[in-house]
Structures are given as structure tokens and as C-alpha cells.
């Protein structure tokens, strides 16, 4: 009885086994299906029509936003440097999402490959982490600007500006590439349905039927060391900002200093509010709010604060205002 007991055992482990290998190569090898927004299916077309209008103009306003800069030799300046660094940035992270949701919207095409799912996956928080730090140089370059302005072409050189731009991708990269591992270590079960218009990492995670207890913490830890800090930063040099321009002076040196860090808070304040409030909804609010809302959110986010952007910094700035004029100027006259 104890040798038929041990072979029965042996054989339910080696099926076990068998089922759990099958399981894991499904979707691996079938890939991932994104519903879009789950129950509202019935609106994707509808909702398509907002969504891709306000993709077009990210493309087009950070599109003219670059052009500008760099069109203009006055504008080759760390500010407008980092400007375009932040347009850039924009237009790929709406890009790595957008023109999936659309043509799932579209033409119900849902269906990506695993590796694919992965692939989207880390641009779009690789460029998360690469947004927020560009939001971090940008503080930098005020606080240098505002409290040590006789130092500011000394400290912010083309050489600090490019290593500082190289750390930003070195660290976003180096944030987000052990999540592909952590997601390749997983063992897959049949479900391979995504609930959402793009793969995120915890989406992922979530059709596997390993523990995924780690994939939790490295996030958590990774938006912390990330994104978290760069709050505090970005917060730290506000605060000494505001101290520096409260101090000054004249009244209109206090309002022009006050104007040249308006443009940036409106952006911080657009990049980090829907960010966080997502987050939170997320975690705290999770089966009070209906689950078409956090997609919904999600979406919004990585379009309307690309798509703002350059309104607030066009229509801010008088120096892009002037820029501008002058880039049409010099197409007219090349038109003649």
C-alpha cells in the first residue's frame, strides 16, 4: 500500500507539474488580451474621438515646441534645454500608449504578444520615472537661476546639462529593467485578460499563479526612490526658491522671478496631481470607485498633461511667444 501511495504521489506531482509548465507557456505563448475600459465597451468608439484629438495635439504642440527651440539660437539655454527635454519625453510616453488604445478602440485589435506586453511596459514607466526627473533638473535650474544667479552659467554648462540628462536615463533604465525579470520569473496561468488599454507592471503580474509579493515591494520601492524623492527634492527647492524671492528687493523683481517659476509649477502640479490621485484612488478606493475610472484616469493622464505643456509654456513664456513668431517669420521668407 505504502509503494502504490508513493507512486500515486510521484504521478499527481508530475502531472501537477505538467499542468503548471502548460500553464506557464500560455500565455507566453499566446500573449495578452487589453479589453480597453471594462464597462464601457459599448463608448470605445465614442471615447476614441477625444482621446485621439488630444493625441494629435501632443504630437503637434511638443512637435512645434522642439522645433522652436531649437530652431532658435537665443532659446539654447538650460531652461528651454530641459523644456525640450520634457516635450520630448512627453511625446514617447504618449506614443508607448495611445496608439494601442486607439486601435483597440478602433478596430478591437487587443490582442500583443507577451513579449510585447513587456516591451510596452517598460517605456511607459521608463519614461514615467525619465518625465519626473526631467521635472527634478527643471527645479535645479530654477533654484540655481533664482539663488545663485551669478553662478548660473558657471554651474549649468552644456557639459553638467548632458550629464545630468545621461543620469536621467541611466537611473530611469536602471529602475525599470528589473521588472522584466521579476515578470519573466512568474508562472503564467490560462487567463491571459488584461483589464486596461496598456500593460503595467502589477497588470501583468496579476494573470500569474506565482506569489507575486515581490513585484509589489520592488514597485512600491521603486516609486518611492524614484518618484517619491523627486517630490521631496522638487518640494526642498521651492522652498528655498520662494525664501530667495521673498527676500528681494524691488516688487518687480519679486514678480519676475515669481513669473519664470509659474510655468513650472503649473506643470508639476499637472504631472504629479493625477499621478498621485490615481495612485491613491487606487489603493484606498479601490472598490468604491468603479474600476472604468481608474483606466479612465490612466489614460487621461499620460495625454492631458503632454498635451497642456507647451499651451502653459507657449502662453507663458515670452521668449518661445517671440520664437515662435520668428520660426514663422523664417518660413515665410523661405517660402518666397
Same mark, same amino acid.
Given at each position: ?23 506557464? *507557456? ?9 479589453? &480597453?475600459?471594462?464597462?464601457? !465597451? ?22 512645434? $515646441? ?7 539660437? @537665443?532659446?539654447?539655454?538650460? /531652461?528651454?534645454?530641459?523644456?525640450? /527635454?520634457?516635450? &520630448?519625453?512627453?511625446?514617447? $510616453? ?9 486601435? @483597440? ?9 507577451? @513579449?510585447?506586453? =513587456? ?36 554651474? #549649468? ?8 540628462? +545621461? +543620469?536621467? =536615463? ?8 528589473? *521588472?522584466?525579470? $521579476? ?16 500593460? !503595467? ?5 496579476? #494573470? ?19 518618484? &517619491? ?5 522638487? +518640494? ?5 526658491? #520662494? ?14 522671478? =515669481? ?61 518661445? =511667444? !517671440?520664437?515662435?513668431?520668428? /520660426?514663422?517669420?523664417? $518660413?515665410?521668407? !523661405?517660402?518666397?
Amino acid at each position: 500500500m505504502a509503494q502504490v501511495w508513493t507512486l500515486q504521489k510521484i504521478m499527481a506531482l508530475f502531472s501537477a507539474n505538467s499542468i503548471a509548465a502548460v500553464n506557464s *507557456s500560455d500565455t507566453r505563448m499566446t500573449g495578452c488580451l487589453l479589453t &480597453g475600459i471594462p464597462g464601457l !465597451e459599448h463608448l470605445h468608439i465614442w471615447l476614441s474621438i477625444p482621446f485621439c484629438t488630444m493625441y494629435i495635439t501632443v504630437l503637434a504642440g511638443n512637435g512645434i $515646441l522642439i522645433c522652436i527651440i531649437l530652431s532658435q539660437p @537665443n532659446l539654447h539655454e538650460p /531652461m528651454y534645454i530641459f523644456l525640450s /527635454m520634457l516635450a &520630448g519625453t512627453d511625446v514617447l $510616453l504618449s506614443t508607448s500608449t495611445m496608439p494601442k488604445a486607439l486601435a @483597440n478602440f478602433w478596430l478591437g485589435s487587443s490582442h500583443i504578444s507577451f @513579449n510585447g506586453c =513587456l516591451t510596452q511596459m517598460f517605456f511607459i514607466h521608463f519614461l514615467f520615472v525619465a518625465d519626473s526627473a526631467v521635472l527634478l533638473a527643471m527645479a535645479f535650474d530654477r533654484y540655481v537661476a533664482i539663488c545663485s544667479p551669478l553662478h548660473y552659467a558657471a554651474i #549649468l554648462t552644456t557639459k553638467v546639462i548632458g550629464k545630468i540628462a +545621461a +543620469a536621467t =536615463l541611466t537611473r530611469s533604465f536602471f529602475i525599470m529593467f528589473p *521588472s522584466i525579470f $521579476l515578470l519573466k520569473r512568474l508562472h503564467y496561468c490560462r487567463i491571459n485578460i488584461i483589464a486596461h488599454t496598456f500593460c !503595467e507592471h502589477m497588470g501583468i503580474a496579476h #494573470l500569474s499563479c506565482s506569489d507575486i509579493s515581490i513585484n509589489v515591494w520592488y514597485g512600491l520601492t521603486a516609486a518611492l526612490l524614484s518618484t &517619491g524623492l523627486d517630490i521631496i527634492l522638487i +518640494a526642498v527647492s521651492y522652498i528655498h526658491i #520662494l525664501r530667495a524671492v521673498f527676500h528681494l528687493p524691488s516688487r518687480d523683481a519679486r514678480s519676475k522671478a =515669481l513669473s519664470t517659476c509659474g510655468s513650472h509649477i503649473c506643470v508639476i502640479l499637472l504631472f504629479y496631481i493625477p499621478a498621485l490621485f490615481s495612485v491613491f484612488a487606487y489603493r484606498f478606493g479601490g472598490r468604491r470607485i468603479p474600476r472604468y475610472v481608474h483606466i479612465l484616469l490612466a489614460n487621461l493622464y499620460v495625454v492631458i498633461p503632454p498635451m497642456l505643456n507647451p499651451m502653459i509654456y507657449g502662453g507663458r513664456t515670452k521668449q518661445i =511667444l !517671440e520664437g515662435a513668431k520668428q /520660426m514663422i517669420s523664417n $518660413l515665410a521668407k !523661405e517660402s518666397k
